[in-house]
């Protein structure tokens, strides 16, 4: 089974940037969609960033759109998170997950989850933003 790892994660004052990677083991990026999920503490999971690895289509939730971009280098089998403009409220473990179900979309993965049994989830990242 494939295996994901996040990495990148640590703190950063308010304004800073940070980038994020979603590394996957194995042979190539097995998952029909890779998606950015994160968790603040008290507050339920927010799936932030999905992309389609079938025809590259991306979605943003609104608390990260325009200030995160979400890539895939396929050669180096990693999705990155690119995060910019840091706020205290992204704050939280930042989670990467793949999704093999075939017909998931980019915004199903993120506004409702991986499907159930078929996919993966690392282990988690923490991103800080303090000053």
């Known amino acids: 089974q494939v295996q994901l790892a996040e990495s990148g994660g640590g703190l950063v004052q308010p304004g800073g940037s940070l980038t994020l990677s979603c590394a996957a083991s194995?042979?190539?990026?097995?998952?029909?969609?890779i998606g950015w999920f994160r968790q603040a503490p008290g507050k339920d999971r927010e799936g932030i960033s999905c992309?389609?690895?079938?025809?590259?289509?991306?979605y943003y939730s609104d608390s990260v759109k325009d200030r995160f971009t979400i890539s895939v280098d396929n050669d180096k089998k990693t999705v990155y998170l690119r995060m910019t403009n840091l706020k205290a409220e992204d704050t939280g473990l930042y989670y990467c997950?793949?999704?093999?179900?075939?017909?998931?979309?980019?915004?199903?993965?993120?506004?409702?989850?991986?499907?159930?049994?078929?996919?993966?989830w690392g282990r988690g990242t923490q991103v800080t933003v303090s000053a």
């Open positions: 194995g042979l190539r990026l097995n998952y029909y969609a």
């Open positions: 992309i389609n690895l079938s025809d590259g289509d991306t």
């Open positions: 997950a793949g999704d093999s179900w075939s017909l998931i979309s980019e915004k199903a993965m993120c506004q409702l989850g991986p499907t159930p049994r078929q996919s993966s």
